[in-house]
């Protein structure tokens, strides 16, 4: 077991992860408090059931799952049901599931009556690595991602790596570009111990090198102001890949793994990365060409005051900040 404190601007907070941390959350829960088990269609019940056992007064709700119900309609959803059914001030919701449950749960929790407080328990290894902590919670609209949230962070991570034994295979790798991408843009030696290594032999170890990480940026950056913005590492092209193909052909750690891939100019660490990344399974390349991204990428400009900033990769284990449009005019040269 690892407890990991994350010191936040708004309210501090503890990451719990261990193997069967969800048999017994006695230490984690309030016998009489009232909870609210949000979860997706796709999570297995076994883990609902198993969280619900543990609670007197529990209400569960459960969403159809997908990205595409990380949406208005899917909160306004969730908010009357919690308001038919009484759902006070002093209740606490629980977001069991991957990233799109952590941040649809996360977004009703930092909303309904100006904010309760919410359980993070993320169960695929994107949501344990990554997007349960540092507070980002969100909804999509349209095709836009994330374009409605907050910052509002959890009372609790609590991370079993067990629940993984049930993630698909794809999810895995998915989760794993996030790892790779830690290890590319903060340590060297993830980096090196991911490629030599099966990291799934024995996870719980990298899951908590992973949360380490994320816990620097974080606590450095909690707005998203300036460093935080590392570890977009491979999503300015990552993301229009994946709305390219209208969300429907790659899933995020996919289209980050080719957004990575092709950012990255300096040859030897290209080719170190793309031996990773395929090891675990992951795409490297696509045959849609840089113009047809950039109006989808011109997109995103908008939302950062007129420069778009990319990620580079100086060494593995370092980063820098640069000009989107100074790595384009290089690209047109090339
Ligand atoms: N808030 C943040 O900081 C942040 C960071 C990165 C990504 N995200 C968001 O995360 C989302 C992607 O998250 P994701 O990759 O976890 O996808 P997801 O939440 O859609 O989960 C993937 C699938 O796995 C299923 N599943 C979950 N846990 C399972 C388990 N243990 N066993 C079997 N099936 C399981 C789900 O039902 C779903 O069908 C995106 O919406 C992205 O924008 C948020």
């Known amino acids: 077991m690892k407890d990991i404190a994350i010191n936040s601007k708004i309210e501090n907070y503890v990451v719990h992860i261990g193997k069967g941390i969800l048999d017994d959350m006695s230490r984690f829960v309030v016998p009489n408090k009232q909870y609210v088990l949000i979860s997706d269609s796709g999570i297995p019940s076994i883990y609902r059931d198993k969280i619900m056992s543990q609670l007197k007064r529990v209400y569960s709700l459960v969403f159809p799952q997908g990205e595409q119900h990380k949406s208005l309609s899917e909160y306004e959803r969730i908010v009357e049901l919690l308001v038919e059914n009484n759902i006070d001030k002093n209740a606490v919701i629980i977001a069991l599931g991957g990233g799109v449950t952590g941040d649809l749960a996360g977004f009703v929790a930092s909303t309904y009556l100006r ?33 409605i949230g907050s910052i509002y962070p959890p009372k609790i991570v609590l991370i079993d790596p067990n629940t993984l034994i049930t993630l698909p295979a794809r999810h895995m790798a998915n989760g794993m570009a996030e790892m790779i991408k830690y290890g590319m843009i903060a340590d060297e030696r993830l980096f090196s111990d991911i490629r030599d290594n099966q990291v799934y032999d024995d996870i719980e170890p990298f899951i908590s090198r992973c949360v380490e990480i994320k ?31 209208n969300f429907d052909k790659y899933l995020h750690g996919e289209a980050v793994a080719i957004g990575m891939t ?19 399974g992951l795409p490297t390349e696509d045959p849609v060409d840089i113009e047809r991204l950039l109006t989808i990428i011109e997109k995103d400009k908008k939302t950062r005051d007129g420069v778009l900033h990319y990620v580079d990769i100086p060494n593995i284990g370092t980063f820098e900040i640069k000009r989107f449009d100074h790595w384009l005019s290089n690209e047109e040269g090339d």
């Open 262 to 280: 092709r950012i990255l100019k300096n040859t030897a660490i290209k080719n170190e990365l793309t031996t990773v990344l395929k090891k675990y």
């Open 215 to 245: 816990k620097r940026f974080v606590e450095a950056d909690e707005m998203d102001a300036d460093v935080r913005q590392a570890l977009n590492f491979g999503h300015t092209i990552g993301h229009a890949i994946e709305a390219y193909y």
């Open 115 to 147: 904010g309760i407080p919410y359980i993070q328990i993320p169960t695929t290894l994107l949501a344990q690595i990554d997007s349960s902590v540092g507070g980002k919670v969100a909804v999509n609209v349209g095709k836009t991602k994330n374009v």
